[in-house]
């Protein structure tokens, strides 16, 4: 909900911008004058050209924010996967507006087939420092726009790409957008550039501009960036297994400001392959400190892409990582009239583990009030799970003690979310885990009236 309402107002700003900043003889033309001419048509075709040209750099400025990972973003959006899910869809809507502009540019030769080219305007003034740059900015703009389209199916089919050409790939539309920022300074008309549309785009323009350099010289993140070192590393489960997960406990800096059970970090071990978010899979203090008193930290991998699965043959103890964070706000804690329900599938098993860590006896940082929850913990194998004897000593020592269902997919034991209803009606459901399972609940919910958090880490 929050996605789509910061999209709508993002495109609502924009076009009162433009329609504060309309001609305003522009409703008195009719489409076709009684001679025949297609003046209205042709006036009505240059606006729209306008109006998608603004959607489409508009949103990629959008794109350019969203990328910096900033605090006062990440907040009022619910946790970092939502800025990235935001900035997804932000992707999707520009490169939609940005066909739109180029089919509503090439629909002129339809109006002068049929009406001619009778009461066209002419080319209106622009700014006067980039009024000999008309042709180069509509050349870079048609070659960016077929660029674009090809780095769009790229980043929304991005089983096309292993992680590093994808990322250097998506990292080329920090470029791109500079050339649409060219090409909207050179041929965007001069009185669109008074207020409040003036002030509005010279503004995004600039920030986004200033955020596609941040991107391209690798400072994202900086402030919030820490040099670390692996304590430890090891598979869990046996090591025949290719789908066992890998623990990698890492040795902090003074810098680390500390997180919160159930954050997640970006977390950098080579620097040509760049920062995968991880989950944070231990609660601050739980595991204490190495013998130079650096505090530990978990995180547990679980091999599902092409870089993680060869990950536990490259990682060794005394190893240098950036640590990147912490982020996000899955803390489990609803309301207190509410029933808490945690679902957890596979690896996303990870933030209920530092979640229950924070809730035994004597925890460092403990959760409070903690309430009562009753865990789902869906797994394809129970006999073979590395994680579940664990996760059932802390369900059973969690202060309140948290119920724990397994569902065995071996068995047959799949958790359907009708099973939940016997909850009760009034849930706080928290789930993290496959993106199937997710949607079923999410689908559910919209049915019942409970209350879903869910982290999406589908970042890419």
Known sequence: MRIKLALALWLLALSAAWWATLPPDMALLPLIDAQGAASGLWRLREQAIVLSGLYSVGLMSLI???????????????????????????????????????????????????????GKPPHEAVLPWLSDARGLAKDLGEWGFYLLLVL???????????YRPWRVSHRAMA???????????ALLPLHFWAPPLGWLMGGLLALGSLAALASLVGVIGLRRRHAARIHSV???????????????????????????????????????????????????????CDADDAPLLRLVIKPLGDYTQVLHQRLRAGQALDIEGPYGHFDGQGQAQRQQVWVAAGVGVT??????????????????????????????????????????????????????????????????????EQQGQAIDLWFCGPQGLGDALAAHTRRAPWRLHRELFAMR
């Open 64 to 118: 350019m924010l969203l990328a910096l990972r900033l605090p006062l973003i990440e907040r009022p959006l619910g946790g970092m996967d939502q800025v990235y899910r935001l900035h997804k869809w932000a992707g999707i809507g520009a490169g939609l507006t940005a066909v739109l502009h180029w089919g509503l540019k090439e629909g002129g030769g339809l109006i002068k087939t049929l009406w001619g080219r009778a």
């Open 152 to 162: 769009l199916a790229v980043t929304l089919i991005h089983r096309l790409l292993a």
């Open 175 to 185: 470029v791109l957008y500079l050339v649409f920022v060219f090409h909207t300074l």
């Open 234 to 288: 090891q598979r869990l489960g046996a090591d025949a297994d290719a789908d066992a997960p890998l623990e990698v406990v890492c040795a902090l800096p003074p810098s680390w400001p500390g997180h919160r059970a159930g954050q997640f970090a970006f977390v950098r071990f080579e620097r040509a392959e760049g920062a995968h978010p991880f989950t944070i899979a231990s609660a601050p203090g739980a595991l204490g």
């Open 351 to 420: 933030p209920f583990i530092a979640l229950l860590e924070a809730r035994q006896p004597g925890a460092p940082a403990p959760i409070e009030p903690a309430q009562p929850v009753h865990m789902h913990y869906c797994t394809r194998n129970a006999a073979r799970d590395p994680l579940l004897d664990r996760l059932r000593t802390l369900c059973a020592q969690a202060e309140p003690p948290v119920a724990l269902t397994v569902h065995d997919d071996a068995q047959g034991q799949r958790l359907r979310p009708q099973d939940l």
